[in-house]
């Protein structure tokens, strides 16, 4: 969309090598200052029209974009790229375009915003250049530049600021319009500081660790955080790297994908600046919100963790495995190692744009017990006062980002377009240009998804190759002094703070059913990392999904607290004086389970096995017999049943089951198989002789 709110479906061809613009003869230059003249008499256009005379639904569009993210260098030519597009079905006359400078600099945000919004300036042009525009077909775009040498008297003498820039594009009796700036920068004076923090992230996750398959994708030639990586290497990024990520890859071992094993070795080989988000990138101002005092970490990556994908001397991808302690026995890592992002220091938070305030600051502030300091990266616009990058709230130690400047970042990064693209980023050079903070300057190219190494490798560019700023890292920008300010309250996002007491209440449930683990940590590390994936940040943008996400969890919570249970039966008949009884145990987890099963009679007429141990293997159903002595004839009695883990926690309700009792069966069963064997031998005897009588006579 340009500066006037139209869209624009531009498509950016290269200059034609070699083809410049003539210089400007004499009558162009009076007809320029003639112009310029009457433009300072006359009032200010409200609003630089992109297409003159054109109702509601033009049909024709222009954009202008400015090459070397808006720079004027005082050696380089000046490349003005016009991008027209067509979105008619009529196609556009050849036409003209003439691209004219300001000659006077904009020198506050405000007629910065009157001029990129509106197109409005009252400053005089000069024109710098005048191309032909080749006719564009119905629905197609077209791209024409000019390039113009730094000793063109339009440019050479321009004082360093920020400079309007504009094009007027003539096609049969449309008239386009668009606009731009551009910088002329500042030398001589100090070296101001500049840092750039950039996130590693793999977007939203709804399991606790990255599997193979996603990992394969992810880093891909064309995966996510392959575009990512490609993105910051060579530049002076600071990166914000998801642990979840390095720990998926090294728990998968030897199992892991080639390809994500060499994107791991390639992000720990940088020599970046760094630090690590939470695990899965999750909710701090949520979690702080739901009335947590620190953040929450993993204590186990069990879950994920496979012995039979490590040996003896495989390394971790960073990280030295520990001594193994029986020589050949595979090395598994450790939580440590598995999380290491190779970060040059801890304890720093970064929650998402917009989600923090004064009570997530204070609360990360207070955080005690770790290596360093805890520093808590905000946005400018939660501070209530100009602010250097370097400030304290009450005692919080505080990076402050500029948030108009990041998101400008932030959107370059995500744009396609390259000449959209470059628009984009001559603003930020130009509001950067205009900016003047106290200490260094701290911007982001905020979280997002899908965006290609070019346009994020563009933003952090910009970033880095300010006119006059040098690059910075988090050591540097901590150690100037702070300037105390004062935070805006934010609300924590209700919903999210909702989901996280539910997960805190199910852990109740969890925990129970963990007891019948051999390893407990399996469950307790799963369900942590998972919860942790779902408050991922990435989420933000997708509620849709993230809804979808947590119904999906809660379906699961809903399993796994009755993962282990007694299958229910009906009455039982106890024909015989001692016979075992026959029960059935589920074990609905992908875990093998121990526990006992404890029966007790309901009367003194049974005497019962009072425990059994059970060996469940993982989603399997186990059938228990337990010995049980009737002490009567007959007669109705009950067994009561509970399973209880080895520890001795009970696992869900006890069962009562009927038991019909009947002893005297088996005297009567005696009985009557001895009276039946006893007839069956008297009538073969007797058939036998009558057999012999019959042999004699016939004989």
Do not use: C
């Not at 375009?97 to 009157?114: K, N, V």
């Not at 024909?575 to 609905?588: C, I, Q, Y």
């Not at 993982?618 to 059938?623: E, G, I, L, V």
């Amino acid at each position: 969309m340009d500066r006037t709110g139209i869209d624009l479906f531009m498509t950016f061809i290269s200059p034609v090598p070699g083809r410049r613009p003539p210089r400007r003869p004499r009558w162009l230059r009076a007809a320029t200052a003639a112009s310029a003249a009457i433009a300072l008499a006359a009032p200010a256009p409200a609003a630089f029209a992109a297409v003159d005379g054109a109702g509601d639904d033009e049909t024709a569009t222009a954009a202008l974009a400015p090459a070397n993210d808006g720079v004027l260098s005082a050696s380089a030519p000046l490349t003005l790229t016009l991008s027209a597009d067509n979105a008619g079905t009529d196609a556009l006359a050849a036409g003209q375009a003439t691209f004219e400078i300001g000659t006077r600099a904009l020198t506050t945000s405000d007629t910065l915003d009157s001029w990129l919004e509106r197109g409005a300036a009252a400053v005089p042009f000069d024109a710098i250049g005048q191309t032909d525009v080749p006719a564009v077909a119905g629905q197609q775009s077209t791209s024409v530049s000019v390039t113009v040498d730094p000793d063109e008297p339009a440019v050479q003498d321009l004082a360093p600021g920020v400079y309007p820039a504009r094009v007027v594009y003539r096609t049969g009796d449309e008239t386009l319009r668009a606009q731009t700036v551009v910088v002329v920068p500042r030398t001589g004076e100090p070296v101001r500081g500049a840092g750039v923090v950039v996130p590693i992230t793999a977007g939203p996750q709804a399991t606790g660790a990255l599997g193979a398959d996603a990992l394969r994708e992810l880093t891909a030639e064309d995966g996510d955080l392959r575009q990512q990586l490609d993105a910051v290497s060579g530049t002076d990024a600071i990166l914000a790297v998801d642990p979840a990520i390095t720990a998926s890859i090294r728990a998968l071992g030897k199992a892991a994908p080639a390809d994500a094993v060499t994107w791991l070795d390639e992000l720990m080989a940088l020599p970046n600046d760094r630090f690590a988000l939470q695990y899965g990138d999750a909710d701090l101002a949520a979690q702080v919100g739901a009335g947590a005092t620190a953040p929450a970490r993993l204590t186990s990556y069990s879950a994920y963790l496979d012995a039979a994908n490590f040996e003896a001397d495989t390394g971790t991808g960073g990280a030295t495995p520990a001594p193994s302690p029986t020589p050949g026995a595979p090395v598994v890592p450790t939580l440590d190692e598995l999380l290491d992002v190779g970060a040059d220091r801890g304890s720093v938070f970064w929650p998402a744009t917009g989600t923090a305030g004064a009570e997530t600051a204070a609360a990360l502030g207070a955080l005690t017990g770790t290596d360093d300091a805890p520093v808590t990266l905000l946005p400018s616009s939660v501070v209530g006062s100009d602010a250097a990058a370097h400030a304290t709230a009450g005692g919080a130690d505080l990076l402050v980002y500029d948030e108009g400047l990041s998101s400008l970042l932030a959107q370059a990064s995500t744009t396609g377009d390259a000449a959209e693209r470059a628009d984009i980023l001559a603003e930020y050079t130009a509001r950067a240009a205009l900016t003047a903070p106290a200490g260094p300057l701290l911007v982001t190219v905020d979280r997002a998804t899908g965006r290609s190494e070019a346009a994020l490798r563009d933003a952090i560019r910009a970033a880095t190759a300010l006119p006059s700023w040098s690059t910075t890292d988090l050591g540097a920008l901590l150690a100037t002094d702070p300037t105390a300010v004062a935070l805006t309250s934010v609300a924590p996002d209700a919903d999210r703070v909702a989901v996280i007491t539910e997960f805190r209440d199910a852990q109740t449930g969890l925990s129970r059913i963990a007891g019948v683990l051999e390893d407990p940590s399996l469950l307790a590390s799963s369900e942590r990392a998972t919860e942790l994936q779902l408050l991922g940040n990435a989420w933000l943008g997708d509620r849709e999904g993230w809804d979808a996400a947590i119904q999906t969890q809660r379906e699961r919570i809903a399993t796994w607290t009755d993962g282990v249970a007694l299958v229910p039966g009906g009455p039982i008949t106890l024909a015989g004086s001692s016979a075992p009884l026959v029960f059935t145990v589920r074990n609905d987890l992908p875990w093998p389970a121990r526990l006992d099963l404890l029966a007790s009679p309901g009367d003194a007429r049974l005497v019962i096995e009072s425990r059994t141990e059970v060996e469940i293997g993982a989603q399997q159903t186990s059938r228990v017999a337990i010995p049980v002595s009737a002490l009567v004839g007959s007669g109705e009695s009950s067994v009561q049943l509970q399973l209880r883990t080895r520890a001795g926690v009970d696992i869900g309700p006890g069962e009562t089951i009927r038991v019909s009792v009947r002893a005297e069966w088996e005297a009567v069963s005696v009985i009557i198989l001895s009276a039946l064997v006893s007839v069956l031998l008297v009538f073969g005897v007797v058939r036998t002789i009558r057999r012999r009588r019959r042999m004699v006579v016939a004989a």
